[in-house]
DNA sequence: TTGTTATTTTGACACCGTCAAGATAGACAG
DNA sequence: CTGTCTATCTTGACGGTGTCAAAATAACAA
């Protein structure tokens, strides 16, 4: 006799004992809780109920709530090297095309997702030495960013004014900062960002060509 | 007659039933915890029973736990305040000396306190708007440091290539964004970041006469 | 089949924020 | 001094949270 042929279930509901993919769809339930309710709208239980298995499940795929957090934080990160990828592969485009396009895709990315931005950029992942995962996700998607500054300086032929590294560095922060400015809309009427946006992307390549 | 010449306490003990400035307590336990353990750190349970109190006093001073990180928050930005007055107040002080006392002592007080500013400007404070108070106290901080860039322009005798507020949106997210880089270290090695910060400077000053 | 292992669950614990009701003491009017 | 008022503080209680330990369950390999 074969085994029960029923599907995987062995009660009728669709929650069989065996989830299938649960810390994906962790993950997926938790970005999404995240990014609509911020970060303290998340608690395990709740968590739990939503992907519809019990209050434990979860910490056979993930240590930690912080741990989680930590995941949802990356996969931000991977989010955005992506963008950048995607930016510094298109051969066709200009330099001040992909500077443009790689300032407002983050500026969007920020916006979009204040939350998990926010997250992303807490204090909380990077003091936390077990989140070392984490950390190197994030870096390398830093290094990308330094890429772009490095290939403007190969297509002028000439060193910048400063390095690549600390060109890199600066241009981040003030992006980073207008990103706040804008999600929280703290100094600034978010309808102010593109032309923000636009001041500064002059800003960073006057530094280019100084 | 004057007021009772014996100190506050009815009791022995150094727990009296009023404890007379149980505001002002709170306030610097919360400040002190939030310091040296995080925001995470606190809890209204265990800072109660550091001040010495139970654990529902803190209640007739702040409705809230929000409500308490908020007045944290917003003392840290009255420190930014009067830092920007002194320096400001300074008439002796030539432009460049005050943009780089300004800008140092913003720096400063980021990597000091790096989880209080953290807190300053989270979310969570700036989206509710149960706060307004903290936002208000926030705002004017960023007023004086509109500013500063107001004073160049009247030293100038001409108008700056951008307007002051402009100015000091787009520099005040770069000074932003270097605070995080350098309180966690997230790309940037600490030490860096005096050098980082002279790099800005320039930067800051290159938009000034540009 | 049998045993092993990866998942998931139930039960339990300590901690948390906060509300309601009562206790206390300082202020103030008479 | 006496009595009342009111701000302040306490005790008790409730529901919610993260997480550990132990048991249950299912998939799989021999």
Same mark, same amino acid.
């Given at each position: 006799m074969t085994k029960d042929t029923m599907d995987l279930s062995t009660n009728s509901a669709n929650h069989p004992y065996h989830h299938g993919n649960l810390r994906q769809a962790l993950l997926n339930a938790s970005m999404d809780i995240i990014r609509n309710q =911020?970060?303290? =709208?998340?608690s395990l239980r709740k968590l739990a109920e939503v992907v519809g298995?019990?209050?434990?499940?979860p910490y056979h795929h993930f240590k930690d709530k912080d741990a989680l957090l930590a995941a949802v934080a990356a996969q931000g990160f991977a989010e955005l090297t992506h963008l950048l990828n995607q930016v510094i592969q298109d051969e066709a485009l200009p330099l001040h095309d992909k500077l443009e396009q790689a300032v407002m895709g983050y500026l969007r990315f920020a916006t979009d997702h204040p939350t998990q931005y926010e997250l992303m950029f807490g204090q909380m992942l990077w003091q936390d030495a077990k989140q070392d995962e984490f950390q190197r996700t994030a870096k390398d998607c830093f290094r990308l960013y330094v890429k772009i500054f490095e290939s403007f300086e190969q297509d002028k032929q000439q060193p910048l004014a400063e390095s690549p590294l600390r060109l890199a560095q600066v241009t981040w922060s003030t992006l980073h900062g207008l990103a706040r400015l804008a999600s929280d809309g703290i100094f600034a009427k978010k309808d102010d960002l593109t032309d923000i946006a636009q001041t500064a992307i002059k800003q960073i390549e006057s530094l280019l060509s100084q």
């Open positions: =911020g970060i303290a =709208g998340l298995v019990s209050r434990t499940a």
